[in-house]
């Protein structure tokens, strides 16, 4: 028995141990919020287009029975990291052919209509969210956020925050060949 | 003396006010009541250890209208806080549900207590079950005797 016990202050050091490793991994993000949409159907929503834009407004139904996966960006032209991560999705619209939507987040409609015009405009529906209401639905914390939304509606991946800089972008472009929507690039 | 209680008053009644502005309230103070209460258990997903009835934050006041309306609608307390449940997960609650997930969190405090008190109680009745000694072995009693011996020796000498 006291031999045994002799081994308790050992256990207990390697279990707490082994808790404090766990808490230093660099990789392992505390402020990340787990999202509770993947795997899931999208959510239910539908949105009139921006007053002042020409493209179409964004329902529930055109994330799906698009032939391939597609990307849906929350976006407003009052989000500074927003216009950073604009042409990272403009050269993934352009040079990659993925299909790109977006929900204008809580925005003015004339600060939309010139904040598009002025750095072009990637979306192929853009959805006017004023209130903030399909904001909710997505379960969003801020702008931007990314989803990928597999063919048959299913969300299969979300992006919390710009994916600006390398890191991010290499991690958005591989979630999307693991969806489906690109070829693996050939290193 | 007064002035300075005075002060220190004054200062303390900004720490009461909410982050609920006027025109989120509703008009029926139960209802208010209860929309209050629902707020207090859910985190504001974008400054994490606050509720969302103390938040700045532009989506804890979109939460705050969302928790009202549901009420006004006619949900109870917990409908209200499901719905908004569904939509951001357990991580939204403030007070973290038993799911398996969290049955480390749940079980760890009492199962530690539960160890401790088993290894306080054992280590009593050990002690108890010895006893307290009230005269010396006889082993100890010739050690003394031959203590005593020998100092006499060395004191003859």
Known sequence: ?187 | MSRLMILLLALTLPMTAMAVEPDEMLEDPVLEARAREVSRGLRCVVCLNQDIDSSNAGVARDLRLLVRERIVAGDSNSETLAFIQARYGDYVLLKPPLNTRTYVLWLAPPAMLVIALGFGAATLMRRRKRGIATELSPAEEREIHQFIERQKAEKDT
């Open chain 1, 1 to 187: 028995m006291t031999r045994t016990l002799a081994f308790l202050p050992l256990f207990i050091a390697v279990v707490f141990g082994g808790f404090f490793l766990w808490g230093l991994n660099p990789d392992r993000d505390p402020n990340e919020i787990p999202s509770v949409l993947i795997s899931q159907p999208a959510p239910e929503f539908e949105l009139d287009p921006v007053v002042g834009v020409e493209t179409p407004g964004l329902s529930r139904s055109d994330l799906a029975g698009n032939g391939t996966p597609v990307v849906l960006n929350v976006f407003a032209s009052w989000c500074v990291p927003c216009r950073a991560e604009h042409a990272v999705l403009t050269s993934l619209v352009e040079r990659d052919g993925i299909q790109l939507f977006g929900i204008n987040y809580k925005d003015k409609p004339a600060d939309a209509a010139r904040w598009l015009s002025e750095l072009g405009n990637p979306y192929s529906r853009i959805g006017s969210d004023l209130s903030g209401r399909a904001g909710i639905e997505w379960g969003i914390s801020g702008v931007p956020e990314s989803f990928i939304i597999g063919e048959d509606g299913t969300v299969l991946y979300r992006y919390v925050g710009p994916v600006v800089g390398e890191a991010a972008i290499s991690k958005f472009r591989e979630a999307l060949v693991q969806a489906g929507a690109l070829e693996r690039e050939e290193p």
